[in-house]
């Protein structure tokens, strides 16, 4: 596995990834806020710079998005779940800033769980997400 920055080129197969994985994770979204949400990511995803896990054929198999000392997305194919994808952008990230924060939905146990495994630690929690949804957030910050 090699971790890359995306290209114009990777932005369709990012929103596939993303929808996917939020498919197999996210069902405690509401049908017309995963929709809303989906025109949002279509929006910005394909542009946004990513740090991307490739396979040796170059295949996307997750990727992240970090702002300074945040990670604001990190999602892996599920069909790649269990194979290291999410840790290994995680050591990338926490390489480039050992300082790094994330916040993960309450609804998602199994994305805390992984983020606790990787050393990072809850620092709070708030009752809305970034738009003001109904999906409480655990924010997380690694230890190092």
């Not at 509401?30 to 394909?46: C, M, N, T």
């Amino acid at each position: 596995m090699k971790i890359r920055l995306s290209q114009a080129s990777d932005g369709e197969r990012a929103v596939d990834i993303w929808r996917r994985a939020v498919d197999a994770t996210h069902d405690f979204l509401s049908a017309p806020d995963r929709a809303a949400i989906e025109a949002e990511v279509r929006g910005f995803l394909p542009h946004a710079p990513l740090w991307l896990a490739v396979d040796q054929h170059d295949v996307v198999q997750g990727f992240m998005l970090l702002d300074g000392d945040r990670m604001e997305a990190l999602f892996v194919d599920p069909a790649c779940h269990g194979r290291g994808v999410g840790r290994a952008l995680v050591e990338h990230a926490l390489a480039l800033q050992p300082a790094l924060a994330t916040d993960v939905n309450e609804q998602n146990p199994g994305a805390a769980a992984f983020y606790e495994r990787m050393g990072f630690a809850r620092t709070g929690r708030s009752a809305l997400d970034g738009q003001g949804r109904p999906y409480p957030l655990i924010h997380l910050r690694s230890g190092r």
